[in-house]
């Protein structure tokens, strides 16, 4: 069993956000664990980033290509990238960190949208969007209020301009349907709310509340590796 680890959007370097929880899950358990580069965040090659999230789902896929079984963890936009991806034999269970399990025909952009106070995105004018209104504080306090000065700064400088089309392309299928799943919900969450998670842990097999922010892989790697030990253990 492999785990492997889909990032949110507008960010990059994906092995940095899942490293703490890496590290710990290979101390206790002994798996090992990758993250996907995404195109659309210009992960791989530039050319790549205009692919959206097709492009995205076909880099899952290579992933899991390559392997025999895996635990698929999606964080935020990682959600969406799972259900494009469409079903895959490798996948043994799902692992939804305040992410989304879309129907077929949602998009990114429309599920953010309805939020009352939704991130802010700016037109970059290439085919691209990125964080707009946010400087280093209140990247901080909206995104990992319940990290480290030292985290949040990191963080920060991992903010990247996207491919627009990963938030108006419609799922054309729905990659989460017919598999084991487990859904975080992050209580404390600045950027999505609960009650938007809630109703997308309603189609997981189970929900867990976590007492965390956005990103509790970074804050508190222990609560996230508690929950993948259940899975591993649940076979």
Known sequence: MELVFVHGALVRDG????????????????VRSTAVALPSCGETAPDDVAGGLVADADALR???????????????????VIAEAGTHPAVAHLVLVSSYLPDVGQTQGGVMSG???????????????????YDAASFGARFLQDADETVQREAWERRTAQ??????????????????????????DRSTTVALQ?????????????PTGHHPFLTRP?????QLEAVLHRG
Do not use: K, M, N
């Open 15 to 30: 092995s940095w956000w899942w490293g703490p929880t890496a590290e710990l899950l290979r101390e206790r358990t002994g």
């Open 62 to 80: 290579g992933v899991l290509d390559g392997l025999d079984a895996a635990i698929v963890v999606g964080h935020s936009y990682g959600g969406t």
């Open 115 to 133: 939020e009352p106070d939704p991130v802010t995105i700016a037109d970059g004018g290439d085919g691209t969007v990125h964080l707009s209104g």
């Open 163 to 188: 491919a627009a089309a990963a938030f108006v392309t419609p799922t054309s299928t729905a990659g989460w349907q017919g598999v084991d799943s487990t859904y975080l919900v992050c209580q404390e």
């Open 198 to 210: 809630r109703s997308h842990a309603a189609r997981a097999t189970r929900a867990v509340d976590l």
């Open 222 to 226: 222990d609560l996230v590796v508690e």
